[in-house]
């Protein structure tokens, strides 16, 4: 089965900086794309990062509130998706999950979720 398995998060000041991490596995990693969303209390699940397939390029998005402090990247030979977050904010303060619209090597096509992890962003 499909398996996003997120680390990384934990307290950190305003001003600090965080890498997250997903593990993937479970389907052809190379072929899709890979985000990360956050989940903050009181607030609608956002999409905060996206990046593209090996054959689409890896190219990346952001979402406005992110542009210019994280950076997501992928490396295909080791099938992990990272969140560099740097000049976190308070308002960074949300649980991220990891995130691909996929089709397993089982066949099953669907979104799939990891666990998410926690990133507190506060003095």
């Known amino acids: 089965q499909v398996q996003l398995v997120e680390s990384g998060g934990g307290l950190v000041q305003p001003g600090g900086s965080l890498r997250l991490s997903c593990a993937a596995s479970g389907f052809t990693f190379n072929n899709y794309a890979m985000r990360w969303y956050r989940q903050a209390p009181g607030k609608e699940r956002e999409l905060v990062a996206a990046i593209t397939s090996a054959g689409a390029g890896g190219s990346t998005n952001y979402a406005d509130s992110v542009k210019g402090r994280f950076t997501i990247s992928r490396d295909n030979f080791k099938n992990m998706v990272y969140l560099q977050m740097n000049s976190l904010k308070p308002e960074d303060t949300a649980v991220y999950l990891c995130?691909?619209?996929?089709?397993?090597?089982?066949?099953?096509?669907?979104?799939?979720w990891g666990q998410g992890t926690q990133v507190t962003v506060s003095s």
């Open positions: 995130n691909t619209f996929a089709t397993s090597f089982r066949g099953v096509q669907r979104n799939y």
